[in-house]
């Protein structure tokens, strides 16, 4: 009996030996973990300073020409701080980006887009901009707002076209092949009822989720998607290092 309770006692104490051990691992590599994670955060501040203050000189010049249509998609609460949104463009406008979509899920953004352009200089609504006085001016910026709902009339409107345009190749006893359709007919069928949207070069998340938050899928098949952080600590160096990565490198678009 003395024995049994021996070997019982010596396992209990192993099994709190092992217990131990086992919690300063997982607290140490959690430590670890963060304090990684702190260095990164305060890096980038860093860095964002010393692009924004123009030390590193290869952020000095960038070849905007190369990005010729940019989205920003911003979480709903975070598209509430107008006077950041308004600040990120403004940026923008300074960079020299031309074209721009502006995104949020329940459409705060298409709600306010007359106070945004009226602080903005040279910035006019997508549909409404002339080529010909965006060659003109360097620093003309066209907008268009867009939220998800907008994506779902897309989709409703082109789901449409497509089952009136086959309906009818059914009923003239067209061939099978025929009334199959792919994803170039349904690009058509958007553009053909106005919802096929300029697909954009580099798409910007502002928020806490690292996905494009319900942005229109059938514009986004070849677009370079990075996640940027909460609005809230949108930084001017962050902005250019994003657009200047994505300068650098070559594009393929799928070929």
């Not at 131990?20 to 980038?44: D, E, P, T």
């Not at 692009?51 to 010049?61: A, E, Q």
């Not at 080529?131 to 009339?153: C, N, V, Y």
Request: with cysteine; proline share 2%.
């Amino acid at each position: 009996m003395d024995l049994k309770d021996e070997v019982q006692r010596v396992r209990f104490w192993i099994n709190q030996i092992g217990n131990f051990w086992l919690r300063l691992v997982w607290h140490s590599v959690h430590l670890l973990v963060r304090f990684w994670y702190l260095g990164v955060g305060v890096a980038n501040v860093i860095e964002s300073y010393l692009i924004s203050s123009g030390l590193l000189k290869r952020y000095r010049s960038i070849d905007v020409g190369k990005l010729r249509y940019l989205a920003i998609v911003i979480e709903s609460d975070d598209a509430c701080r107008i006077s950041k949104v308004i600040q990120l463009l403004q940026w923008l406008q300074a960079i020299g980006v031309k074209h721009l979509c502006l995104y949020d899920t329940e459409g705060v953004l298409k709600k306010s887009k007359e106070s945004i352009l009226a602080k903005l200089k040279n910035a006019t609504l997508f549909e409404e901009a002339d080529e010909r006085d965006s060659l003109l001016d360097q620093k003309h910026m066209t907008l268009e707002f867009a939220s998800i709902s907008d994506g779902k009339e897309a989709v409703a409107k082109g789901g449409n076209v497509l089952f009136m345009k086959y309906s009818k190749l059914a009923n003239s006893g067209a061939e099978q092949k025929e009334q199959i359709f792919t994803e170039a007919n349904m690009t058509e069928a958007l553009r053909a009822v106005g919802c096929g949207g300029p697909e954009p070069d580099l798409l910007l998340v502002y928020g806490p989720a690292r996905c494009h938050l319900g942005f229109p899928a059938w514009r986004i098949r070849y677009t370079e998607i990075v996640h940027m952080g909460p609005l809230k600590s949108v930084r001017y160096g962050s902005l250019v290092k994003a657009i200047y990565k994505f300068t650098i490198v070559r594009q393929n678009y799928g070929t």
